[in-house]
């Protein structure tokens, strides 16, 4: 995931354009408070990519939703409001890059957003994808996105995403098969 050092404009002061800031939160509380900041009556939006995993037990398996990154939320505010999240417990700190917040590009936000809204991905053979090779995302949802395939087996294929600095698990199926 690359980051952005904020930048403010000598004339004009501190920079009254919303970006996306990373923050740091505890363990397993990233959905509770992405939704007491959403509640919030300034002008902030939070989002917490999360993903859909089966946990198996001894007599039992279960659907459960996961952060897609632990102990991480992104915070959508100007510069003078970026504070404000400190009044909810739980929220421990900003990342930091150059003793500066670092902020993360719109469209790095997209691409997590369509990562995570995808809960199905549509035959496609990867039979001849090859460890290193480069492919294009595009037929499974992901628009303009390309990756490195990491390693391949039966159905599922694990691609490197460079802007996301992550590694996509791909479970592809046929257009018989749903996920429910």
Same mark, same amino acid.
């Not at 053979?125 to 595009?138: H, P």
């Given at each position: 995931m690359?980051?952005?050092?904020?930048s403010?404009?000598?004339k004009?002061?501190?920079?009254?354009?919303?970006?996306?800031? =990373?923050?740091? /939160?505890?363990?397993?509380?990233?959905?509770?408070?992405?939704?007491?900041?959403?509640?919030?009556?300034?002008?902030?939006?939070?989002?917490?990519?999360?993903?859909?995993?089966?946990k198996?037990?001894?007599?039992?398996?279960?659907? =459960?939703?996961?952060p897609?990154?632990?102990?991480?939320?992104? =915070?959508?505010?100007?510069?003078t409001?970026?504070?404000?999240?400190?009044?909810?417990?739980?929220?421990?700190?900003?990342?930091?890059?150059?003793?500066?917040?670092?902020? /993360?590009?719109?469209?790095?936000?997209?691409?997590?957003r369509?990562?995570t809204?995808?809960?199905r991905?549509?035959?496609?053979?990867?039979?001849?994808?090859?460890k290193?090779?480069?492919?294009?995302?595009?037929?499974?949802?992901?628009?303009?996105?390309?990756?490195? /395939?990491?390693? =391949?087996?039966?159905?599922?294929?694990w /691609?490197?995403?460079?802007?996301?600095?992550?590694?996509?698990?791909?479970?592809?199926?046929?257009?018989?098969?749903?996920?429910?």
């Amino acid at each position: 995931m690359s980051l952005i050092t904020s930048s403010h404009d000598k004339k004009k002061g501190p920079s009254k354009k919303k970006s996306w800031y =990373v923050l740091y /939160v505890r363990s397993n509380q990233e959905t509770i408070i992405q939704d007491q900041i959403n509640r919030l009556e300034l002008n902030i939006i939070a989002y917490s990519p999360t993903q859909l995993v089966v946990k198996k037990w001894k007599d039992r398996k279960k659907k =459960v939703i996961k952060p897609l990154l632990p102990k991480i939320v992104f =915070v959508k505010t100007d510069e003078t409001l970026r504070d404000q999240v400190f009044q909810i417990n739980g929220t421990i700190n900003y990342l930091f890059e150059q003793k500066k917040p670092a902020i /993360v590009r719109e469209s790095e936000i997209q691409q997590l957003r369509t990562i995570t809204n995808n809960n199905r991905i549509i035959s496609h053979e990867l039979t001849s994808a090859v460890k290193g090779s480069e492919i294009d995302l595009s037929p499974y949802g992901f628009q303009n996105v390309k990756g490195i /395939v990491d390693k =391949v087996s039966n159905a599922v294929c694990w /691609v490197t995403l460079k802007t996301l600095g992550c590694t996509l698990k791909l479970t592809l199926i046929s257009n018989k098969e749903n996920i429910k």
